[in-house]
Antibody, heavy 118, light 112 residues
Framework: QVQLQESGPGLVKPSETLSLTCTVS?????????WGWIRQPPGKGLEWIGS???????YYNPSLKSRVTISVDTSKNQFSLKLSSVTAADTAVYYC???????????WGQGTLVTVSS | QSVLTQPPSVSGAPGQRVTISCTGS?????????VHWYQQLPGTAPKLLIY???NRPSGVPDRFSGSKSGTSASLAITGLQAEDEADYYC????????????FGGGTKLTVL
């Protein structure tokens, strides 16, 4: 069974960098597929942040592209998200997920709430 | 403002049939990209409900079905049950700019 687990600080100060890691178990990232980050502000809908292939090629949401970096560490079976210059608008539950060839997300992590506040 | 447009809310009585629409454009649904649907129960992560327009993952009841036509797609739920009360999101891929994944704004289903 494929499982994903997000980890990282739950509180980030404005203007700093949000950093999260997604640890995958039950499947080797290096075997293929894209891996993605999605977020959901409190009471709002889902927003795709970006996706990365096991080889390292990336796609980013155009509205966040200037602040986002997604990387992969196949040796640890993890992929990570960095979002710079955060503001209160970046407060959200952040999910990691596996992306299938049909470009849908089949396995999701449980999500982690990140609050941006001083 | 989401790239894919969904009604904010729909409702129905137990046993009834409801549909949720998802309207896109020529750069996403209309370009032939598949539409997928997710169910999000309160306080939980989204769950894949329909993939590839009309396919159900193992374990999803056949009360749930999807369709796609032109620049729009729909999710139908028949024999509505109390446990179907949740938020539903459509998702596709958009080929504009350098390509990106897109979600609808979500629809809250209330079982009366």
């Amino acid at each position: 069974q494929v499982q994903l687990q997000e980890s990282g600080p739950g509180l980030v100060k404005p203007s700093e960098t949000l950093s999260l890691t997604c640890t995958v178990s039950g499947y080797s990232i290096s075997s293929g597929y894209y891996w993605g980050w999605i977020r959901q502000p409190p009471g709002k809908g889902l927003e795709w942040i970006g996706s990365i292939y096991h080889s390292g090629s990336t796609y980013y949401n155009p509205s966040l592209k200037s602040r986002v970096t997604i990387s992969v560490d196949t040796s640890k079976n993890q992929f990570s998200l960095k979002l710079s210059s955060v503001t209160a608008a970046d407060t959200a539950v952040y999910y990691c997920a596996r992306v299938l060839a049909a470009r849908n997300f089949d396995y999701w992590g449980q999500g982690t709430l990140v609050t941006v506040s001083s | 403002q989401s790239v894919l447009t969904q009604p904010p809310s729909v409702s129905g009585a137990p046993g009834q049939r409801v549909t949720i629409s998802c309207t896109g454009s020529s750069s996403n649904i209309g370009a032939g990209y598949d539409v997928h649907w997710y169910q999000q129960l309160p306080g939980t992560a989204p769950k894949l409900l329909i993939y590839g327009n009309n396919n159900r993952p193992s374990g999803v009841p056949d009360r749930f079905s999807g369709s796609k036509s032109g620049t729009s797609a729909s999710l139908a739920i028949t024999g509505l049950q109390a446990e179907d009360e949740a938020d539903y999101y459509c998702q596709s891929y958009d080929s504009s700019l350098s390509g990106f994944w897109v979600f609808g704004g979500g629809t809250k289903l209330t079982v009366l």
